[in-house]
Every structure is written in structure tokens, then in C-alpha cells.
């Protein structure tokens, strides 16, 4: 009678000569890190969103006020050493809302795309590796959610659901699910007929050990860089809402509504809009600037 493989056999490479290995190795991430070391843009753009996460950290000791805090007499004062970036209309200082609002930005990018990209490998594991009927179904309702354009697509569920920060998380997320299920689909097609998958295959591994023990592993690469430049178009997405109303409320100190307070004043108040409008740019150039790193170290076509 033969044995069933356990979950360690299946993960492990088979035979003394010819080893093949199911995953990849330390070596090739550190090949990856090495190569990433040696963009200047990435290592930029990774120390300043190094700088954002200490500053969303411990924004409450940097912060100089507290940044709800209403002083109607300072309202729109324009930047001075007593705020740096000046006021809004309310006289709350500008630079401890851009501080506290780095806390909101980055939660709401990160966890968008944690949702997105969570839904997304598992629809396209499910259809890259089974194929058939299930595949038919999965990839038509993303062709379906994709005939949306994104901002319209998170408008809507942002509509259903209401206007909150948490609904914002939740509607970016499921706006980018469908990029994340057609790049993880396209390479569990290709990583599916690879010598570690038949072999694992031959030895009677189960299909679920298979998808996250041995193909997910592999095509991991392209859903890293998805997800880091997804970032970026998550905290603009999120921004976009909250300008528009759909996001955080007042008083929250959130970059797209200070955008959107601020509207009514630009002619009068130049920085109210100026400063949480760089805070976005800077922040999604930084992400995106990762992003292009991390496609150029996990191409190997580019690491020679």
C-alpha cells in the first residue's frame, strides 16, 4: 500500500541527484536585496517612506498642537515660526494635521492593499491552478469588475456601504482585487507546468499544498511589486474619496479632506492646499519609486 505524503515531504526537494527545488531559496532573495541595494530612486524612496512610518509612529511627540484643536482668532495665518505651515480656517495648525494625517494615509494604503491583494492571489491561485469551469467564472466577474473604471467602482461601494475611513479601506481594497487575480493567474498558468509542480505532483502532494507551498512562493515577485506600486494609487484613490466628501469626515486630519476644506480659501490661503497636496505627492513618488526598484531586482533579465 502506498503512502500518503506528508506535508514535510511535499515541501522538501526529492532525490539526492537531480535535487529539484519546490521554492526558492534564501540565495535568490538575497540576490533581490542586494540588486535593490543598488537603485539610488528605491533606497530614496525607501528611506523617506522609512521617515513617513516614524513620523506616523510618533506623531503625538512631534506633533507641535494637537491637531483638532480650533483657534478662531489664528485662522489662515500663513506659515511662521509659530506654524510652520501656516493655518486653516478653523486656526488648527497645518503641519500637525499633515503629521497625524501620515498616520491615515499610510493605514489606508497599506491595508487597501492587504485586502486586495489577499482576495486577489486567492481567486487567482484558484483559477490559474484549476482551470476549467471555476477559471471561466472567476476571470469573467473580474472582467466584469474591470469594465468599472476604479474611482467609479469605489465610489459605488463607498455609496452602498457610507462614507467612513473604513468603507475607504474596504472599497479601494476591493477596486484592486482584480489586478492582484489576473497577474497571479497569468503566472500560476506558466508556474504550473514547471518541473517542481510535476514533480510534487508525481509524489502525490495535495492540490492546496501545491498552491501555497510550492507555485505561490514562486510567483510571489510579481504580486511584491503590485503591491508595493498599489500603494500609491491606494492613498491617492483613498484621498480622491475624501476630497470629494466620501472618506474621512471632519475634524479628521486626513491629507484629501484638508484638500478639500481648503479649496474655498486657495485664493487667499495658498498653503492650505499646497502643503497636504505635496504630503500626497511626495508619499505616492516615494511608494512608486520602491515599486520601480523592486520590479528591477526581482527581473532577471536585469540580474546579471
Known amino acids: 500500500m502506498t503512502r500518503k505524503p506528508n506535508d514535510q515531504t511535499c515541501s522538501s526537494a526529492m532525490g539526492n541527484e537531480g535535487t529539484v527545488q519546490l521554492r526558492p531559496t534564501k540565495g535568490y532573495w538575497t540576490i533581490v536585496f542586494r540588486q535593490l541595494r543598488r537603485n539610488r530612486g528605491a533606497m530614496v524612496g525607501g528611506g523617506f517612506l522609512l521617515f513617513l512610518v516614524l513620523v506616523a509612529v510618533f506623531a503625538p ?68 491552478y484549476f482551470g476549467g469551469y471555476l477559471d471561466t467564472v472567476i476571470m469573467r ?37 482584480p489586478r492582484f487575480t489576473r497577474v497571479v493567474r497569468g503566472s500560476v498558468l506558466s508556474a504550473r507546468e514547471k518541473l517542481y509542480v510535476l514533480s510534487a505532483r508525481s509524489i502525490g502532494c495535495r492540490s492546496m499544498s501545491i498552491m501555497y507551498r510550492h507555485i505561490l512562493p ?22 480622491g474619496l475624501s476630497y470629494l466628501g466620501l472618506g474621512a469626515q471632519p475634524p ?36 512608486n519609486m520602491i515599486g520601480d526598484g523592486m520590479r528591477d531586482a526581482l527581473d532577471p533579465r536585469l540580474r546579471q
Open 61 to 128: 511627540l512631534i506633533a507641535p498642537y494637537d491637531p483638532v484643536e480650533m483657534a478662531p482668532k489664528d485662522r489662515l495665518q500663513p506659515p511662521s515660526m509659530a506654524h510652520l505651515m501656516g493655518t486653516d480656517n478653523f486656526g488648527r495648525d497645518a503641519l500637525s494635521r499633515i503629521i497625524f494625517g501620515t498616520r491615515i494615509s499610510l493605514t489606508v494604503g497599506f491595508i487597501s492593499v492587504g485586502i486586495g491583494a489577499a482576495m486577489g492571489m486567492v481567486l487567482g491561485l484558484a483559477a490559474g
Open 252 to 287: 479628521t486630519p486626513e491629507w484629501g479632506l484638508m484638500l478639500n476644506t481648503g479649496r474655498p480659501y486657495i485664493a487667499v490661503a495658498w498653503w492650505v492646499m499646497t502643503f497636504p497636496g505635496l504630503a500626497i505627492m511626495l508619499t505616492v513618488l516615494a511608494v
Open 218 to 239: 514562486n510567483v510571489f515577485g510579481p504580486v511584491v511589486i503590485l503591491a508595493t506600486l498599489g500603494i500609491g494609487s491606494a492613498i491617492l484613490l483613498s484621498a
Open 141 to 177: 466577474f473580474v472582467d466584469a469588475v474591470l469594465a468599472f473604471p476604479g474611482i467609479l467602482l469605489s465610489l459605488s461601494i463607498v455609496a452602498v456601504l457610507g462614507a467612513t475611513l473604513q468603507n475607504v479601506m474596504i472599497a479601494v481594497g476591493i477596486s484592486s482585487v
